[in-house]
């Protein structure tokens, strides 16, 4: 089946320690997306790419890192310098033309 | 100014009530637009198109008003399982999606 996966579906951290969210997805989409969403918040756009080896900054992309080496792989790395990371971060991905977003399940990271 | 604003609700309605939001959208460039509905603590799914000429699913109609710049959602009839949060996103067009803050909507027996 076709499908947009982000693992893990929660992940705890220690702070100042880098981590890696991945994503992938087989749909043959060109362009992905990281949103993160605070509770009871509507979701921000960290980064997007439309192609591979090319992404764009978002509303808040300090302290964020993405790569988009492969199609199907767009990995988001939170830093130490993310100072509230804590959050669900919800990878998507979206047809070209019609632009309609098929999202992952979302990972839910606590940082302690 | 957030580019896309929504009430955030809550709204919260009786089954079978008619219940309409509203979405406001900043940017006279943006191309597509979308409802999405995203349950507790899940993902967001589209829920339908806005098109300019208005278009409806069932118990759903979507409107676009370009000249305005907003985008309505309009539910007839209301369920429990209508209850959701609704999220309106508005395409720019180089892919560059933008979400609403969402509006809950609890629809109670």
């Known amino acids: 089946d076709g499908g947009i996966t982000q693992s893990p579906k929660y992940l705890f951290r220690k702070e100042g320690q880098n981590v890696t969210l991945s994503c992938e997805q087989n749909?043959?989409?060109?362009?992905m997306y990281w949103y993160r969403q605070d509770p009871g918040q509507g979701l921000r756009l960290i980064y997007y790419?439309?192609?591979?080896?090319?992404?764009q900054k978002g509303d808040i992309a300090e302290g964020y890192s993405v790569s988009r080496e492969k199609k199907e792989s767009f990995p988001l790395t939170v830093t130490s310098a993310q100072k509230n990371p804590t959050a669900f971060y919800l990878c998507?991905?979206?047809?070209?033309?019609?632009?309609?977003?098929?999202f992952g399940q979302g990972t839910r990271l606590t940082v302690v | 100014r957030k580019e896309v604003e929504q009430d955030p609700g809550p709204f919260n309605v009786p089954e079978g009530a008619t219940v309409a939001f509203n979405c406001t959208y900043s940017?006279?460039?943006?191309?597509?637009f979308f409802w999405y509905r995203q349950d507790c603590r899940k993902e967001p799914k589209l829920l339908m198109s806005?098109?300019?000429s208005g278009n409806e699913d069932g118990r759903f109609t979507a409107q676009l008003n370009r000249a305005s710049q907003y985008i309505s959602l309009l539910i007839r009839d209301s369920k429990l399982s209508d209850s959701a949060t609704y999220l309106c996103?508005?395409?720019?067009?180089?892919?560059?999606?933008?979400f609403g803050a969402g509006t809950r909507l609890t629809v109670k027996p």
């Open positions: 998507a991905s979206s047809i070209p033309g019609s632009l309609e977003a098929f």
């Open positions: 749909l043959n989409h060109d362009a």
């Open positions: 790419s439309q192609i591979v080896n090319d992404f």
């Open positions: 940017n006279s460039a943006s191309q597509s």
């Open positions: 806005v098109y300019s």
């Open positions: 996103v508005v395409n720019r067009n180089n892919n560059d999606m933008r």
